[in-house]
């Protein structure tokens, strides 16, 4: 979760660096380029949701929930910019949101399991 989470934030760092988005309301503003409540509350508590809902499934489901939260994330993105909380540069595309959580969830799959691995 810890990796996860580090990992999420460098994104949101770069990605807000490079302009491809930003976050209008926010927390401590004139300190933090990123939304940090997102960054300390938010991402922990959806990837604590995640990891343990890929463990309570077949090999399968978790290919299944992988894919469904990869969905999501484009349409919560979406709601996030209705909002006012998230805004793209016109360079930006939704698909990338979802490639992005695809590859981003991946990569916490088999770090969670290359974990419960080695603590077997």
């Known amino acids: 979760m810890v990796v996860a989470c580090l990992m999420g934030t460098y994104l949101d760092l770069y990605f807000v660096g490079k302009q491809f988005y930003q ?3 926010r927390p401590f503003p004139e300190i933090f380029s990123i939304n940090i409540a997102f960054t300390l509350v938010g991402l922990p508590v959806l990837i604590f949701v ?21 969905l999501l994330m484009p ?11 998230f805004d793209h540069s016109d360079e930006w595309k939704h698909l990338y ?3 992005g959580y695809l ?18």
């Open 23 to 25: 976050f209008p309301h």
């Open 50 to 70: 995640y990891l343990w809902c890929i463990t309570q499934v077949t090999k399968w489901g978790r290919i299944g929930i992988l894919l469904f939260v990869s």
């Open 75 to 85: 349409i919560l993105e979406k709601l996030a910019e209705v909002l006012g909380w």
């Open 97 to 99: 949101t979802f490639f």
């Open 103 to 120: 590859i981003f969830l991946t990569i916490v799959s088999i770090i969670n399991s290359w974990m419960e691995k080695r603590v077997k």
